[in-house]
């Protein structure tokens, strides 16, 4: 039972995963832009959910109603002002900006907040328990899958049945044509970021509820939420889950052998799946 239990953690473990990485997809699958700066966003949004529950008293949950738009505002902002003025047939300019961007969010952040660790108290949430099959599962880890899996289902119904989700396939496809049938492309693109955002809002309060944080673990965000996104193929949702869950079950079993072995095992699944599928293991789902 040891080593199911391992799996099953890794399994929920996943899910958090995903949702760093769903951004990250939902980004390069529109726009071809890979963020340097999304773990920092991640990080920044558990800081704008810890200045929201200690001034005005909110769980951190119920936070999510006020950290979520704020971040999509930033994103839309963020891509209209800055990132927009980046795009073209060279990916160097974009890399080269989003890494300027991660360094000045780490050194603002650790100047407003310090490099003190900080976590967020979601009460008794974080160690509630439900017995399962002879298996012991956190609420929190069990609601944390539930949300990677309804976030990936509502990215992919808005992709797939919503009007801007077919602008969002439309620049995607071909940023020109769509530009002469009539949309804005810099307008989509702001919406992408600011759907991108939102998700990464919701990664930020969960990681801040699950663990410590401190101005610093961006980059070790970024990369998890990169191989999910790798190994479960680039702008492909269902495929970005799934990643996210290969990389859980990675670390977890990982630990159970060794715990030092945990991040190494997961980076190791990592490579040995990108020398097997350099795609990832799941093609990008055509309209």
Do not use: C
């Amino acid at each position: 039972m040891d080593w199911v239990n391992a799996i099953v953690q890794g399994t929920l473990l996943g899910g958090l995963y995903a949702l760093f990485a769903a951004g990250l997809s939902l980004i390069f699958g529109v726009m071809r832009l890979v963020n340097i700066a999304h773990g920092d966003l991640i990080v920044m949004a558990a800081y704008l959910g810890l200045t929201v529950t200690a001034t005005v008293g909110l769980h951190p949950l119920a936070a999510l109603a006020i950290v979520v738009p704020a971040m999509a505002l930033i994103g839309y902002v963020l891509q209209r002002g800055l990132l927009n003025q980046t795009l073209g047939e060279d990916l160097l300019p974009p890399l080269l900006v989003t890494f300027g961007l991660s360094v000045i969010l780490q050194n603002g952040l650790l100047e407003v907040y310090t490099a003190d660790p900080q976590k967020m108290d979601a009460g008794a949430l974080e160690t509630a328990s439900i017995a399962m099959g002879g298996l012991t599962l956190g609420v929190l880890p069990v609601l944390t899958f539930a949300i990677a899996v309804a976030v990936i289902w509502a990215l992919q119904w808005t992709f797939y049945h919503t009007a801007v989700g077919r602008a969002f396939r439309a620049v995607s496809d071909n940023q020109d044509i769509a530009q002469l049938m009539g949309l804005n492309r810099r307008h989509v693109f702001g919406l992408a970021m600011a759907l991108a955002l939102g998700v990464t809002a919701i990664a930020g309060i969960l990681l801040g509820i699950r663990t410590s944080f401190d101005p610093s673990i961006g980059g070790g965000r970024l990369i998890f939420g990169f191989e999910a996104v790798i190994i479960g193929g680039l702008g492909n949702l269902w495929g970005t889950l799934a990643g996210g869950v290969i990389l859980g079950i990675a670390q977890t079993v990982g630990a159970k052998i060794d715990p030092g072995f945990q991040i190494l095992a997961g980076h190791l699944a990592f490579l040995i799946i990108l020398a097997i599928r350099p795609n990832g293991l799941f093609p990008r789902i055509a309209a």
